[in-house]
């Protein structure tokens, strides 16, 4: 059975923000839910977070999740930390109890799969590295034949000590019910005056606990977000990660450094992707999808072989194949976008379908419209959807023709084959296969001559 206690009680001082650390987003996402995540591919019986600073926020942001909480106040340390927990972790000694940080977002799961190894049964294994400059870290001290025995805070350390590079990354796996006992005998008789869940090392070496240790895949893995510098660093080693990831699914990138997702990109073969892009929430291009620069796409569903056009902004939108968008098009949620059909410059689609084929090119509002197959909408065209309290629908059908500058009055409907005038104002339905416009008539005033300016 395994347990996961999760440690994110702590201030966040130097971030100098009213939210809580954990809180605080990499990759869109709060620094909490990446560990979750990694948390959760282990498949654990049970996940514990201990919430202190910001304590109901941090509930609040992570309610319904299946998580429990315990709640330490106030903070006397990491082994007191852990502590807070104990009365909600189940099992015997047989069990795992495995500590994570909030606030060291990019662990992967394999890490922590490779320090449970580590493990064996009953022992005790610490996640290490071994650091240029090891200065702040806790010391892995082990004895003459190199077996671990304790691990010594930096600020406790002799000079000797802290000349040692091997540190503690903070991540544990531990027995259950021996570090129970472990956490009992804790003493705050040091530097800090804090429980240190690092003392629980000399505790099981002195009762003859196997301690191991495992190393982390990539050493970003365990970079601490303690500052806002450091989140950003975080931010791109991240970035850099998924860029590379893509890579090498194939997907052709002009720039792995000018990209950024901040949720799940799903790309197809041959998709491109140019500079300055960002995809947040579950965005799937299929095949041979381009996107040009400076896009954004949130929550979409891109069709094969579909250009996005630069500067295009697209969210809950889903576009078919062979479609063209952009540059400068925006999607909102509820737009639909047909096979081939286009949809240009300063152009915005808000719960509307537009078939396949159709073309809305140039400057545009087409909102809670239905919009047929092969229609050609002019530009300026606007649907007039909304009476300030209750939005209405425009339904145009197949093979219709919208002038420039027309403005669709809703609820109407243009019929199929219908060609609506330049500058209508349609109010009542428009019949198919006939021209209606609505035109104020044009008149010349002979003789008129410009205002001259009084003496
Ligand atoms: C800790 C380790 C140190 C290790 C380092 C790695 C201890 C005593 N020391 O030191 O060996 O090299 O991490 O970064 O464990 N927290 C609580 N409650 C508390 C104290 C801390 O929830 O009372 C949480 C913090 O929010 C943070 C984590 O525990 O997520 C680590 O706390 P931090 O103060 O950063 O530990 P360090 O002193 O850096
Ligand atoms: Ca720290």
């Not at 910001?54 to 309610?63: L, R, S, T, W």
């Not at 197949?398 to 109407?412: E, R």
């Amino acid at each position: 059975m395994l347990n996961i206690v999760i440690l994110a009680a702590g201030q966040g001082t130097r971030m100098r923000s009213a939210q809580p650390k954990v809180l605080h987003a990499i990759a869109g996402e709060p620094m909490l839910a990446h560990v979750l995540r990694a948390a959760r591919a282990l498949a654990p019986e049970r996940i514990v977070v201990v919430v202190g600073h910001g304590a109901e926020q941090v509930q609040q942001a992570f309610a319904g999740q299946g998580l429990q909480f315990a709640l330490q106040q106030p903070q006397q340390g990491t082994g007191h930390a852990v502590m807070q927990a104990m009365p909600l972790l189940q099992g015997g000694a047989d069990d795992a109890c495995l500590v994570l940080y909030g606030d060291v977002p990019l662990v992967q799961p394999a890490t922590l799969q490779a320090l449970l190894q580590a493990r064996g049964l009953g022992g005790l294994a610490l996640l290490t590295e071994t650091l240029a400059d090891p200065a702040g870290y806790g010391r892995i001290v082990r004895d003459g034949r190199g077996r671990i025995v304790r691990i010594v805070e930096h600020k406790d350390a002799t000079p000797q000590e802290q000349a040692l590079r091997e540190v503690n990354t903070g991540i544990l796996a531990a027995p259950l019910e021996p570090l129970r006992r472990w956490l009992g005998r804790l003493s705050n008789d040091n530097a800090q005056a804090e429980y240190y869940l690092t003392d629980v090392v000399g505790l099981a070496v002195a009762d003859g606990v196997a301690v191991s240790h495992a190393q982390p895949a990539a050493s970003w893995e365990t970079l601490g977000v303690n500052s806002r510098a450091q989140q950003a660093e975080l931010e791109r080693i991240w970035q850099g990660v998924q860029a590379q990831r893509l890579l090498e699914q194939g997907v052709s990138l002009a720039d792995p450094a000018r990209l950024d997702v901040r949720g799940t990109l799903h790309c197809g073969r041959d998709v491109h992707i140019d500079v300055g892009c960002v995809f947040e929430g579950a965005v799937r291009l299929a095949d041979g999808v381009r996107v040009g620069p400076y896009c954004v796409l949130r929550d979409a569903d891109i069709g094969a072989a579909t250009a996005i056009e630069a500067f295009s902004h697209i969210e809950g939108a889903r576009v078919a194949d062979a479609a063209r968008i952009g540059p400068y098009a925006r999607l909102r949620p509820g737009a639909d976008v047909g096979p081939e059909a286009h949809v240009g410059n300063f152009v915005e689609l808000k719960q509307t379908r537009l078939g396949r084929g159709s073309k809305a090119n140039h400057l545009a509002y087409l909102g809670d419209a239905r919009i047929g197959e092969r229609v050609n909408v002019g530009a300026g065209t606007i649907t007039c959807n909304y009476d300030g309290v209750n939005k209405f629908q425009t339904v145009i059908e197949d093979d219709a023709f919208i002038g420039s500058d027309t403005q669709l009055v809703a609820p109407v409907r243009v019929g199929a084959g219908a060609t609506l005038g330049a500058g209508t104002t349609l109010v009542r339905d428009a019949p198919a296969g006939q021209l209606t416009l609505s035109r104020a008539p044009q008149e010349t005033i002979p003789g008129w001559s410009r205002p001259k300016r009084k003496p």
